[in-house]
Antibody, heavy 124, light 110 residues
Framework: QVQLQESGPGLVKPSETLPLTCTVS??????????WGWIRQPPGKGLEWIGT???????YYNLSLKSRVIISIDTSKNQVSLKLTSVTAADTAAYFC????????????????WGQGILVTVSS | QSVLTQPPSVSAAPGQKVTISCSGS????????VSWYQQLPGTAPKLLIY???KRPSGIPDRFSGSKSGTSATLGITGLQTGDEADYYC???????????FGGGTKLTVL
């Protein structure tokens, strides 16, 4: 049974760095079949893609966040991490990690498993 | 403003059918598969449809997807009150190497 669980601080001060971890069970982050991603959702708003990573190192980021985001994979701990620097109130959101599966030869995948999400508030 | 355009809301009576549209461009929907997600209140999104029209195991056949050109459609038949949720479309945009979501559609079952 595939499970993803986000963890990290629920409150971060402006200008600081937000570190989140996604612990994966029931599947391996080093499987070449899957990609791993982060998505966020500000309160009352829609989904915003943050970035996606393959264990091989291939990484893709939202262009509007690219200068502040780092996604990494720790195969020894079966975890996917997100670091978002220089946060502001606009970064207040529920943050979800997700697995991308059903990847076709044409280069399309779908977010097939999601964590429950973690609410992060940016405030002094 | 989202790259993919969805109606903000749709509504229908229990037992009826509803469709939700998702409009994009040649660089995203026009060249890649579309997936659909259901987000019940207070929960994480859940994959409903992948590769335009395929359902993951456990998703009832009341949910269907289709794609034509640069638009995709989610259909839900036999509406139930439990279907009240936000629905999102999404796909990859290979011209920019980014994933794009629609703005979401709130379904109300009257």
């Amino acid at each position: 049974q595939v499970q993803l669980q986000e963890s990290g601080p629920g409150l971060v001060k402006p200008s600081e760095t937000l570190p989140l971890t996604c612990t994966v069970s029931g599947t391996s982050v080093s499987s070449g079949t899957y990609y791993w991603g982060w998505i966020r959702q500000p309160p009352g708003k829609g989904l915003e893609w943050i970035g996606t990573m393959h264990y091989s190192g291939r990484t893709y980021y939202n262009l509007s966040l690219k200068s502040r985001v780092i996604i990494s994979i720790d195969t020894s701990k079966n975890q996917v991490s997100l670091k978002l620097t220089s946060v502001t109130a606009a970064d207040t959101a529920a943050y979800f990690c997700a697995r991308l599966g059903y990847c076709s030869s044409g280069g399309s995948c779908s977010h097939d498993y999601w964590g429950q999400g973690i609410l992060v508030t940016v405030s002094s | 403003q989202s790259v993919l355009t969805q109606p903000p809301s749709v509504s229908a009576a229990p037992g009826q059918k509803v469709t939700i549209s998702c409009s994009g461009s040649d660089s995203n929907i026009g060249s890649r598969y579309v997936s659909w997600y259901q987000q019940l209140p207070g929960t994480a999104p859940k994959l409903l449809i992948y590769e335009n029209d395929k359902r993951p195991s456990g998703i009832p056949d009341r949910f269907s997807g289709s794609k034509s050109g640069t638009s995709a459609t989610l259909g839900i038949t036999g509406l139930q009150t439990g279907d009240e949720a936000d629905y999102y479309c999404g796909t990859w945009d290979p011209s920019l190497d980014i994933w794009v979501f629609g703005g979401g559609t709130k379904l109300t079952v009257l």
